[in-house]
């Protein structure tokens, strides 16, 4: 027969794993926030030699915004953001990382070694560029332009009803009016791609949201961009590798799949209960299952 005390710590596991499950929602792993610009240039760049193009503009784009990020790190995101979009033949955007690269390094060029593809492209953007005077570069012997700091704003709930439509709102402020539009980039679960879509957006204001279809136990993740004319970002609230997270109840707490989390160790009524949020990926063909360890220490 079980200890009576022992039962009772049982019993109060559930509602301490959905205290952690909802602290858990609307943050990113402390690694995930931690990971340096370096790391994701890196990053990037191996999504790109493995024709994951998408993958590496994402993460590129969260390089961009990443504060105190030198010039060198810059230069190189920007060349790797072109050649993605070079390969993807998004034009507009390509133009804008060439662009935003010349204006950080006029004399910048590509060794004779590389793809003639995008030899090409540099070289017409660059003609371009120097024709209509060199935009965005300082003139010589003044300071560069100090662009005014771009704010958005956009509460994130702590849950959200399975299979509804999930709707997003916010405000952006923009005092050098740079922004042209906001994108929005979702995925159910913390697992996969982000799919990547335009939201609405007016008078300092934004909307958007994720389709119910994509609305699953046991979360989503999002993150959002406000970008200018050529499509680059200029903030963000999340990131491809930080995204916001929105827990969607459905399953229970034992059998849904959430993270392998360690909670902590818990004091509850003298004795300490250790409680670990487990998960496991799931896809389309086969159906995943996750457990809880609870330790008891009397």
Request: aromatic fraction near 8%; charge should be positive.
């Amino acid at each position: 027969m079980p200890h009576p005390r022992s039962a009772r710590l049982r019993r109060l596991a559930a509602p301490i794993l959905v205290a952690a499950a909802c602290a858990l929602a609307g943050e990113a792993p402390a690694s995930a926030q931690g990971k340096t610009t370096t790391t994701l240039i890196q990053r990037g760049g191996a999504l790109f030699e493995d024709q994951q193009y998408e993958e590496s503009i994402q993460t590129l784009s969260a390089a961009l915004l990443r504060p105190g990020s030198s010039e060198a790190e810059k230069i190189e995101t920007y060349r790797l953001l072109a050649y993605n979009y070079i390969i993807l033949k998004r034009t507009e955007e390509a133009d804008a990382a060439v662009r935003g690269l010349l204006v950080l390094n006029e004399s910048f060029a590509l060794p004779p070694t590389e793809s003639p593809r995008f030899r090409d492209f540099f070289d017409s953007t660059r003609k371009k560029w120097e024709g209509e005077g060199k935009p965005g570069k300082a003139a010589v012997g003044l300071p560069p332009a100090q662009e005014k700091p771009i704010r958005m704003e956009h509460a994130s709930p702590a849950q959200t009803p399975a299979g509804a439509t999930f709707k997003l709102v916010g405000t952006i402020t923009d005092p050098d009016a740079r922004v042209r539009g906001v994108q929005l980039a979702y995925r159910t679960g913390s697992t996969g791609k982000f799919v990547t879509v335009t939201g609405t957006y007016s008078l300092g204001q934004f909307r958007t949201q994720i389709p119910g279809t994509a609305v699953k136990p046991p979360l989503i993740e999002y993150y959002l961009q406000a970008v200018d004319k050529g499509g680059l970002p200029l903030t963000s609230r999340g990131d491809a590798t930080a995204p916001l997270r929105v827990v969607v109840p459905g399953g229970g707490v034992l059998t849904s799949p959430f993270f392998w989390v360690p909670v902590g160790a818990v004091v509850v009524g003298g004795a300490i209960l250790t409680a670990f949020l487990v998960s496991s990926s799931s896809s389309t063909n086969s159906k995943s299952t996750a457990a809880v360890t609870i330790g008891v220490k009397e």
